[in-house]
């Protein structure tokens, strides 16, 4: 059996700033970058895992030094033993004794857990032959539920009751496959109300998304009231009242500030609030919903939701009606799928963060595996998707009908293109070092 050679963590960013893309109330000028891995093997058959985790930019260097740092846990390791007891890998890669300290299971160090062990389920799918989604669906429940580490969740999941959740769903699971082949998945679109653009772009994009069959719009919101008015209204303007509008705060707002400024945004018929505060602070996201409940809008949250435990307090609490599972910020797919497996059994929609770099690349194999083989519905579950730089990767996602059409291609859509990997490199990449000649970024001491 195949053993992993090497592991290597690239710094990879990308210029958004420039143009105000992914803007919002707490990350205001941020550059889309990724902590990027690499994992190859003595195989010989060409096939490598390509992971990644998201980031804003500055702060990358550090996630790349974390995933150096966890590699000795990597190499050398039998591909057999990892996939063979994925969940006491995971764990191992989790609770090495002194990074664990630097957690546990959570912040930096579970981001570069997340893009090792999205590179190491890129490279099983490949091995396989499949795409991500596909390996998840065909897999027996028992194997599936074996991925996952129930420590510190088991008191609302066993894995004996998500072993039969999965069974259950057996039923029905060829002809929900067929519909997800024919129609794909659902998504809204975020694009259109970066935080930073002009009234003049926001109008030029809600008009392009209704051309293009768009019909669910995502405005951020959260750093003025008066303004957030404003620019809600002009995305109703635009967009009309048939169509969906969900509202994102990124964090901004305290406990009841949420409660107070989103009364004042109801007259917008707004379908969720997202992040309206600390992502930790499950209590308090449930003082939110309950308070908004009367008013028709429900509270979304999880980009920022660090780990299983955080997810589980949220669903305890009634914190969250829309629970939105990041790829990267959890500790890979593992630990998503336990989540998508708590939020079921609370009966509460799975709706993927995605946008960044990368991350519309994977939640569509995740949200997909969900309708197919967890959930079984469709019922206000709806996918984000935010139109910047899928150019970059080998294979680019697809959208048709306002849906993620399903990748065909063995593996987790992960993989950049090489010319990708060279240029964006910080800070020595071509792309970089020409910003930094033409005086558009200042270049980091020492290079």
Not at 114 to 137: H, Q, S, Y
Not at 145 to 169: G, H, N, P, W
Not at 276 to 303: M, R
């Amino acid at each position: 059996m195949a053993t992993i050679t090497d592991l290597k963590a690239y710094d990879l960013r990308f210029p958004t700033s420039l143009e105000a893309h992914g803007s919002d109330a707490m990350h205001t000028d941020p550059d889309y970058s990724c902590g990027y891995v690499v994992i190859t093997t003595d195989a010989g058959d060409g096939l490598e895992g390509h992971g990644l985790t998201f980031t804003c930019g500055r702060g990358t260097e550090v996630v790349v030094v974390a995933i150096q740092s966890l590699s000795h846990l990597v190499i050398g390791k039998k591909l057999q033993d990892i996939y063979g007891n994925f969940s006491g890998f995971w764990r191992a890669l989790t609770s090495e004794s002194q990074m664990r300290w630097i957690g546990p299971e959570k912040g930096v160090i579970h981001l570069a857990t997340a893009a090792i062990v999205n590179a190491l389920w890129d490279l099983w799918a490949k091995r396989e032959g499949k795409p991500l989604w596909k390996l998840l669906v065909d897999m027996e429940p028992e194997k599936l539920v074996s991925c996952i580490d129930f420590r510190y969740i088991s008191d609302v999941l066993t894995k004996e009751e998500a072993v039969e959740m999965l069974k259950k769903q057996q039923v029905g699971k060829a002809e929900r496959e067929k519909k997800m082949l024919e129609e794909g998945y659902p998504a809204y679109i975020t694009s259109a109300g970066w935080l930073g653009y002009t009234e003049e772009e926001i109008r030029r994009r809600c008009r392009e998304g209704l051309a293009q069959g768009w019909t669910r719009f995502k405005v951020k919101v959260g750093a003025d009231l008066a303004d957030d008015v404003r620019r809600c209204g002009l995305i109703r303007e635009e967009i009309g009242w048939d169509n969906t509008m969900m509202v994102d705060a990124n964090q901004r707002w305290d406990v009841q500030e949420s409660i107070e400024h989103m009364k004042r945004l109801a007259e917008f018929k707004p379908l969720w609030i997202e992040e309206p505060t600390s992502p930790d602070d499950a209590l308090g996201h449930a003082a939110i919903a309950k308070a908004l409940n009367p008013l028709g809008i429900g509270v979304a949250t999880g980009e920022q939701c660090q780990n299983r435990v955080i997810f589980k307090q949220m669903l305890q609490a009634g914190g969250l009606q829309f629970c939105q599972i990041d790829s990267c910020r959890m500790g890979g797919v593992n630990e998503v799928v336990s989540v998508i497996l708590m939020a079921a059994k609370f009966g509460v929609p799975v709706c993927p963060h995605a946008g960044g770099v990368g991350l519309c690349q994977m939640v569509q194999h995740l949200a997909a595996f969900d309708y197919i083989s967890v959930s079984a519905s469709l019922d206000n579950r709806v996918c984000e998707f935010a139109d910047h730089l899928h150019e970059n990767f080998k294979e680019a996602i697809v959208i048709k009908n306002a849906s993620y059409v399903l990748p065909k291609a063995a593996g987790y859509s992960t993989e950049m293109k090489p010319e990708s990997i060279r240029d964006y490199q910080y800070p020595n990449g071509a792309v970089w070092q020409q910003l930094f000649k033409e005086g558009k970024f200042t270049a980091p001491k020492g290079t």
